[in-house]
């Protein structure tokens, strides 16, 4: 399931995350896979694009270089500059939320933001600083450890994120290292004066070296662990980089794009509904361009997509452009007898329900989406107001037990299951930190306990999709085929290649889908499509 948010900042390093389905990113971003989908040379090895180095970093995030003019404390130039550091001020609200509250970047930083009456390059350097702060953690808190002689977790959480902010600017970005430590000195001497000492000799340690000479020291040889050199330079926990090396058959260098790839600030992407508007028509609108493969799908040059005419009318909503192929993935598969009734079985907070629904009116069938919690099944409502759709609060389980769920009534059914979402890290950096390996058993159950009840759902000859933001193998081959099993109905397997847009590259040999933001500039979506006999 999913949720949805809107990007802030005005500009092209401004940057959000959101949750899974409706999939508002952080900033513009660029896709590195060409149109045609042809994979990069021998001699590319997994570089980004022009303006990128090669650890994925900006070419703009390194110490001493050219680039944006900013004032001697590193922040964007401008006239008339204020009392207090604003942008580093918020930036360090939105991390200390992070941390503090287990909040979430997308949700508190539009906040603070306004609060703060940052606009422009203002907030766009606090966002930047936000989630680059936040995405590349691990790498940080490593060079801290051996910088500041103990390990992070020692040090009070006040000047621990700080110093993690400072670090960040350091070494990431083309702030002059002495602004970036004497603005951190400062405004760790604003929270704890008596710490001012400590970070000033922490940050001029870091300053000391740059970022390859840091990882060239701390992280393991390549050699005797690739795992973990590719952990700690591309700064994602060990389990998720092995995680990302089975799902790609073990090859290290394509797993090495994908984290390449998972720093890079994700593009917005506009679903815009069909029946309601072009594609080519919103994009020429608001200066975008028409998605690559979904038909439905623009890309935003940048900015907030919330202030746009096309959302507030009802014409488009954001969402991932992989979230728009899966779910239109299910609504193209050939099916015998009615098809009438379709069923969204858990929809919060209503990306996909949103299309599913524009796509139903379009041939005259109604969708049932059901929420379990009541705040996304108002956000349902709301995103599917003028739809053939219903909305039922309710346990997607409960199939042939709530009169709402009849067994064997529909047609067509999806389950967007409730996963890791370590498909959509590059949208959400703080998530890569708090999943863990032990959330898996209670999340692989409750994937597999909704596709059956989806399985009992669809008639026989219906079909359902399923569908996670998670490329884990546990949450998608192993559930989708334990599920199946265990349902104790006659199923199919149908290959969804042919379900999505003709001429995707990198669909491997089916009969399920797993997209990349590396090879489709999409989150990481996993499909299935089965046929219940």
């Known amino acids: ?124 350097f606090a966002t930047e600083l936000t989630y680059g702060t936040l995405r590349v953690r691990g790498t940080l808190d490593a060079i801290l450890t051996a910088a500041a002689g103990r390990e992070v977790a020692r040090i009070d959480p006040q000047p621990r994120d700080a110093l993690r902010l400072g670090a960040y600017q350091i070494l990431y970005t083309r702030v002059p290292p002495h602004a970036a430590v004497s603005a951190t000195v400062d405004l760790v001497r604003s929270l704890v004066p008596g710490a001012s000492g400590f970070a000033n000799a922490v940050l001029r340690e870091v300053a000391g070296k740059d970022l390859d000479t840091w990882l060239t020291e701390l992280a393991p040889p390549a050699e005797t662990d690739p795992v973990g050199n590719l952990a700690l330079t591309y700064s994602h926990p060990e389990w998720i980089v092995r995680s990302f090396a089975e799902a790609l058959g073990g090859d290290l260098a394509e797993t090495t794009r994908l984290l390449i790839e998972d720093n890079q600030r994700p593009a917005v992407h506009l679903c815009v509904r069909p029946g309601r508007a072009d594609a080519v028509e919103v994009a020429d609108e608001v200066g975008g361009a028409p998605g690559a493969f979904s038909p439905y799908a623009v890309y935003l040059p940048g900015g907030a997509p919330g202030e746009l005419a096309a959302l507030a009318d009802g014409r488009a909503h954001v969402q991932d452009e992989g979230s728009q192929l899966v779910a239109a993935a299910l609504t193209a598969a050939e099916l015998d007898g009615d098809d009438e009734r379709w069923l969204d079985l858990c929809a919060g907070p209503g990306g996909k329900a949103g299309l599913l629904g524009a796509l139903a009116a379009q041939r005259g069938a109604r969708l049932t989406a059901v929420e379990v919690a009541e705040h996304r099944a108002r956000l349902v409502s709301q995103a599917v107001r003028g739809l053939p759709v219903t909305v039922l609060t309710a346990d997607g389980r409960t199939v042939g037990r709530d009169p709402d769920l009849p067994a064997d009534s529909f047609d067509r059914v999806l389950v967007d299951a409730p996963c890791t979402g370590l498909g ?52 998608t081959h192993v559930s989708v085929t334990e599920a199946a099993r265990r349902s104790g109905a006659s199923v199919d397997f149908v290959d969804a290649r042919p379900l999505l847009p003709a001429g995707m590259p990198g669909l491997g040999d089916g009969p399920t889908v797993q997209l990349w933001p590396h090879r489709h500039g999409t989150d990481a979506m996993f499909l299935a499509v089965l046929r219940r006999n």
Do not use: K
Request: aromatic share 2%; net charge positive; hydrophobic share 30%.
């Open 424 to 475: 959509s890290l590059r949208r959400r950096p703080e998530s890569r930190w708090r999943r863990q390996p032990s959330d898996l058993p209670a999340l692989t159950r409750l994937q597999r306990e909704l596709l059956g009840a989806a399985l009992r759902a669809v008639r026989p000859g219906g079909v359902v999709a399923y569908v996670t933001c998670s490329p884990h193998v546990v949450e």
């Open 1 to 124: 399931m999913s949720d949805v948010t809107g990007q802030v900042g005005g500009t092209q390093r401004a940057g959000a995350g959101r949750d899974r389905d409706d999939r508002a990113p952080g900033g513009a971003g660029h896709r590195r896979t060409d149109r045609a989908g042809t994979d990069r040379g021998p001699d590319d090895r997994g570089r980004p694009e022009r303006g990128r180095d090669d650890r994925g970093r900006p070419e703009w995030g390194r110490a001493g270089r050219g680039g944006d003019r900013r004032d001697r404390d590193g922040r964007p130039a401008r006239t008339g500059r204020p009392a207090a550091d604003l942008p580093r001020q918020a930036a360090y609200e939105a991390i200390e939320a992070v941390h503090r509250d287990d909040a979430y970047a997308n949700l508190v930083l539009p906040g603070i933001l306004r609060d703060r009456r940052l606009h422009g390059r203002d907030a766009a």
